[in-house]
């Protein structure tokens, strides 16, 4: 039973690029979460969707930032006219519900020259 | 808001030695707290969880415990080997209808042969 997959595992992208996150939860989860941590901090969660909707955003930047879950597929995290200052780890996390112990994916870690 | 502060920042120690970590919240209505492990560029790993009602978990060599009143939690490495050197991580989920955790910035464990 595979585990949550992340894609890439590192990224570069120099400044106003767009950098694409896919996600690929455990098998039978419908729940996702998106995190950000940023060096020498604590993981901020950035959204939490299932399949096909937002369910809470509120903790990811009004612009630049989007994220889906489609029916088919992975989440994906997608961050538009990239800034050094979104240089992090981006993890994901998915549960079979939104009460249930998140799984948490190896992560992605974006570097932006 | 809630807040999660991890102290020590930092430990280092020689192996063997029985360690106390420590997770303090500042809201009580919780609904669980987790303690995660995160080794250098990877995920984070579950080790233990506690509901809100329980006191205490306990897996192989790692004890959590939980006091709600006081806003505390505690993570008990006892014997600790050099396997054991990794980030330590703290989130706690809210009561409430939110399910979105909170992370603390983690205390950075390193045992010594």
């Known amino acids: 039973n595979a585990g949550v997959m992340q894609n890439p595992r590192h990224l570069v992208r120099r400044r106003g690029q767009e950098a694409r996150l896919r996600c690929s939860p455990m098998?039978?989860?419908?729940?996702v979460y998106w995190y950000r941590q940023l060096p020498e901090e604590g993981l901020k969660f950035m959204v939490y969707?299932?399949?096909?909707?937002?369910?809470?955003e509120s903790g990811m930047p009004k612009e630049r930032f989007s994220a889906e879950f489609p029916k088919e597929g992975p989440s994906i995290l997608r961050i538009q006219q990239v800034v050094r200052g979104d240089s992090a780890a981006y993890f994901c996390?998915?549960?079979?519900?939104?009460?249930?112990?998140?799984?948490f994916g190896p992560g992605t870690r974006l570097t932006v020259l | 808001k809630q807040e999660v502060t991890q102290i020590p920042a930092a430990l280092s120690v020689p192996e063997g030695e029985n360690l106390v970590l420590n997770c303090s919240f500042t809201?009580?209505?919780?609904?669980?707290l987790q303690w995660f492990r995160q080794d250098p560029g990877k995920g984070l790993t579950s080790l233990l969880l506690?509901?809100?009602?329980?006191r205490e978990q306990t897996s192989g060599r790692l004890n959590a415990s939980l006091d709600k009143s006081s806003g505390r939690s505690t993570l008990y490495i006892a014997a600790s080997q050099p396997g054991d050197s990794a980030t330590y991580l703290c989130?706690?989920?809210?009561?409430?209808?939110?399910?979105?955790?909170?992370f603390g910035r983690g205390t950075s464990l390193i045992v010594h042969p």
């Open positions: 996390a998915s549960s079979s519900q939104g009460t249930d112990t998140q799984y």
């Open positions: 098998k039978g989860h419908s729940h």
């Open positions: 969707l299932q399949k096909e909707n937002i369910i809470d």
């Open positions: 809201d009580s209505a919780i609904y669980n």
């Open positions: 506690i509901q809100s009602s329980q």
């Open positions: 989130a706690v989920r809210p009561s409430g209808g939110s399910y979105i955790p909170t």
